[in-house]
């Protein structure tokens, strides 16, 4: 017994004097060192932080400005995503886009500045047929250059729509004009791709959607968009919201309309419904149905084999996805359809609001 204890100090002794040269220097002297070869570094100006260079460049910090515009009229129209007029020119379908900033209400006494498309958040939805020759024609009246990606739609590289890599951004006043050929058939959408982290915020975003050219075996009797987005707004100003300090959401939209403002879809019971849900906002959202469960029957527009479907209740839609899920309405009632990050059913941090709809089922 005694022997072993005499060891075990003695082989504590040697431990700790092997240890010694190795943790005690190291305390000191190699971080003097480390410290002494690394200040040159520092003071050539390399080490500046990511958010102390934001500073020094004021380029660099636009996304914390409020959006704003002179002379914001108050939108004319109160629907986001409703259907564009084209007119036909020697077989090319031809839209035309006005980005133009104006009060957009997302809720009773609550309206926001944004940037949009024709006047309405989202911007009008294009739908045409797989295979149409199109022609968007796009002026800018808003303060600031912009472009517009056609996200998801196989354009040729000239109209994808990224200044500095395929086009010079649109400066304000002028009009730039896309062409291409729809395809595929699909859950799409466009948006601003010019200081996108505040203008797509800001409302430059719409629904583009690319019916096939065969008629579909089992249509939905309802078939809905729902475009999912978030904004800042504090002290009546409206800020494009990120996922960064002091730059979060508090307000969150479908169709540009926070709960209580946000559709009511009515449905008799037995319809098929097809929702297709489009993320163009900054964060995730997993979408959740009462009631029935669902089927995913497309990711990003493209169709999912059906044995390949999930069945589910919630989805999580995620910055540029699309989900479009189906499923029957069998049971009559109100059903909520929300977001299940609960901070996003709310109004400026009041509950409810936000991402909240009801599917109202009807005999
Ligand atoms: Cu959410």
């Known amino acids: 017994m005694k022997k072993v204890l005499i060891f075990s100090v003695v082989s504590l002794a040697l431990i700790l004097a092997a240890c010694a040269p190795a943790v005690t220097p190291g305390d000191t002297m190699p971080m003097d060192n480390g410290a002494m070869t690394l200040a040159p570094g520092a003071s050539a100006g390399v080490t500046a932080t990511p958010g102390s260079m934001m500073m020094e460049n004021p380029e660099a910090a636009h996304m914390m400005e409020p ?61 045409v047929t797989e295979g149409d020759r199109v022609k968007i024609i796009v002026k800018n009246e808003l303060p600031d250059p912009t ?6 739609v196989e354009v040729p590289n000239a109209m994808d729509g990224v200044p500095g ?21 699909g859950t799409f959408m466009y948006h601003s791709h010019f200081e ?6 800001a409302g430059l975003y719409a629904p583009f959607i690319i019916d096939p050219q065969e008629p579909e075996a089992n249509p939905p009797v309802v078939d ?83 044995a390949a479907q999930l069945t589910k209740d919630t989805v999580s839609v995620a910055p540029g996805e699309r989900y479009d899920i189906e499923f029957v309405a069998t049971e009559t009632g109100q059903w909520m359809l929300h977001c299940h990050i609960l901070h996003h059913t709310t109004n400026d941090n009041a509950e409810p609001g936000g991402l909240m709809m009801v599917i109202n089922v009807v005999e």
Do not use: C
């Open 67 to 127: 959006i704003t515009a002179p002379n914001v009229q108050p939108a004319t129209e109160t629907e986001g995503g409703q259907p564009l007029a084209y007119r036909e020119e020697n077989g090319v379908k031809v839209f035309e886009l006005t980005t133009i900033a104006v009060q957009w209400p997302i809720l009773d006494g609550v309206t926001v500045t944004a940037y949009t498309y024709n006047g309405t958040v989202p911007g009008p939805m294009i739908r």
């Open 196 to 201: 996108g982290d505040v203008q797509v915020s």
């Open 224 to 306: 809905k968009v729902l475009m999912i987005s978030e904004l800042r707004m504090t002290d009546g100003e409206t800020f494009a919201a990120m996922p960064m300090g002091g730059m979060e959401p508090n307000y969150f939209t479908i169709n540009g309309k926070s709960f209580p403002a946000t559709e009511t879809i009515t449905v008799k019971k037995g319809d098929l419904v097809r929702l297709r849900f489009i993320a163009i906002g900054q964060f995730i959202h997993p979408m959740h149905l009462h009631g029935v469960p669902f089927k995913i029957v497309a990711t990003d527009g493209h169709p999912v084999p059906e």
């Open 165 to 185: 890599v395929t086009q010079d951004p649109i400066q304000p006043g002028e009009s730039f004009t896309y062409e291409f050929i729809a395809k595929p058939a």
């Open 147 to 152: 472009t517009v990606h056609w996200h998801g």
